[in-house]
């Protein structure tokens, strides 16, 4: 089966202009997640959707971040406006179900200049 | 809020000694997942604990949770260069939350 596809691999911006990311899960995943990893540590959950509908978004920056996951299948992840602190790994997701084991993507290396 | 601690944060081995990391929790988790990270690389699911007690093996991976289902240990037999990455623990909290560990790093010395 073809694993969790995110773009672009990499992108470099400047504070404050805006970026969104991509993700595409495995088909019939219904739960998709965003992480956010910085270098050396563990993963940051951004926002958890079941289906279409979010089930935790406890930890996203609302004020900078959004995302969105439109008819259950595709995702994407929006920072406006950028700050250097966002400098990190965006990490998608995906599982059957909230029960079982995820399948990451390859990711995306966000740096802010 | 839950967490759960992993130790230790790096671990060096020379190839062919055990590796062992531990996650502990304060609350009881529901279950027990393991990851890998490569250098450069993202989490790769490897296991799934779930019953208390319960041990799992893949070939020299030893997985355990603790009777009280609050902690767990990965343990790596006669390592190899193959090995080398994070190893993250993530435990099932409420509301089907995964709560991450740091991780252990795993460093095979020259």
């Known amino acids: 089966e073809a694993g969790v596809a995110q773009s672009p691999r990499y992108k470099i911006i400047e504070k404050r202009q805006s970026v969104a990311f991509w993700c595409n899960p495995i088909?019939?995943?219904?739960?998709l997640y965003w992480y956010q990893q910085i270098l050396g540590q563990g993963p940051k959950l951004l926002i958890q959707?079941?289906?279409?509908?979010?089930?935790?978004d406890s930890q996203l920056p609302k004020d900078r971040f959004s995302a969105e996951r439109l008819k259950g299948v595709d995702s994407t992840l929006k920072i406006q406006p950028a700050k250097l602190e966002d400098s990190a790994v965006y990490l998608c997701?995906?599982?059957?179900?909230?029960?079982?084991?995820?399948?990451f993507g390859s990711g995306t290396r966000l740096t802010v200049v | 809020g839950q967490q759960v601690m992993q130790i230790p944060q790096y671990q060096h081995v020379q190839e062919g000694e055990d590796f062992t990391t531990y996650c502990n929790s304060s609350?009881?988790?529901?279950?027990i997942q393991w990851y890998k990270q490569r250098p450069g690389g993202h989490p790769v699911f490897l296991i799934q604990?779930?019953?208390s007690g319960e041990v799992k093996k893949q070939k020299r991976l030893t997985f355990q949770f603790g009777e009280a289902k609050k902690n767990s240990s990965l343990h790596i037999t006669a390592t190899q260069t193959t090995d080398v990455g994070t190893y993250f623990c993530?435990?099932?909290?409420?509301?089907?939350?995964?709560?991450w560990g740091a991780g252990t790093k795993l460093i095979i010395k020259p």
């Open positions: 997701a995906s599982s059957p179900a909230r029960v079982y084991g995820y399948t």
């Open positions: 088909s019939g995943h219904a739960t």
């Open positions: 959707f079941q289906n279409n509908g979010v089930v935790d």
């Open positions: 609350t009881t988790l529901s279950n």
């Open positions: 604990l779930v019953k």
């Open positions: 993530a435990g099932g909290g409420s509301n089907y939350q995964l709560i």
